[in-house]
């Protein structure tokens, strides 16, 4: 089942990747076309803010899996101590916190805009539950990857990227 999490949060982060790559493609194309050629575009902003927003939330469990998040470890730097255990585990547990809440209430308004069939308030009336899924998807993945996260480090110890490597074997 973890190679699995594994798995899908690699795959949506690679996917992420692209997304961040064609809205590059895509902003540069509307320079070009406004300031060139004096023919704006009217689906590059829309389009792009989409990929960005879906972009963001699929990276977050690969983000976490690569174990790329923002770490403090004046404290607890060495990994193979109970506490540092004990603090990545209430970091993860914190992170299953708030994606189960985000997923709940994200749920909750991507349903109400599918039903009510809420739009953009721009030009091209992109649907909301469009970029509102994004949320709890995003989110649910970050949680099943927190959870994964939380028995890797229990059964196989903090991963060795964490791990120090000691100055002289560097040289």
Do not use: N
């Not at 594994?6 to 493609?25: N, P, R, Y």
């Not at 590059?44 to 403090?72: C, N, P, Y």
């Not at 993945?141 to 490597?165: H, M, S």
Request: hydrophobic share 55%; proline share 3%; glycine share 6%.
């Amino acid at each position: 089942m973890i190679r699995l999490i594994d798995t899908t949060s690699e795959l949506t982060g690679k996917l992420a990747a692209w997304m961040f790559f064609a809205i590059g493609l895509f902003v540069t194309y509307e320079v070009v076309m406004r300031y060139v050629f004096t023919l704006p575009t009217i689906w590059v902003d829309e389009v792009s803010r989409v990929l960005q927003i879906w972009a963001t939330f699929l990276a977050a469990g690969f983000v976490l899996k690569h174990r790329d998040m923002i770490t403090i470890e004046v404290a607890f730097k060495d990994p193979t101590t109970l506490a540092r255990k004990l603090v990545e585990t209430f970091a993860l547990v914190a992170i299953l916190l708030f994606s189960a809440v985000t997923c709940w209430y994200g749920f909750e308004l991507w349903f109400k805009a599918t039903r009510l069939g809420h739009t953009s308030d721009s030009f091209l009336a992109t649907p909301k539950w469009l970029t509102h899924a994004s949320v709890w998807i995003g989110f649910g993945l970050l949680f099943v990857q927190a959870l994964a996260e939380g028995v890797r480090i229990w059964t196989r110890g903090i991963p060795e990227k964490d791990r120090e490597v000691p100055l002289e074997d560097l040289q």
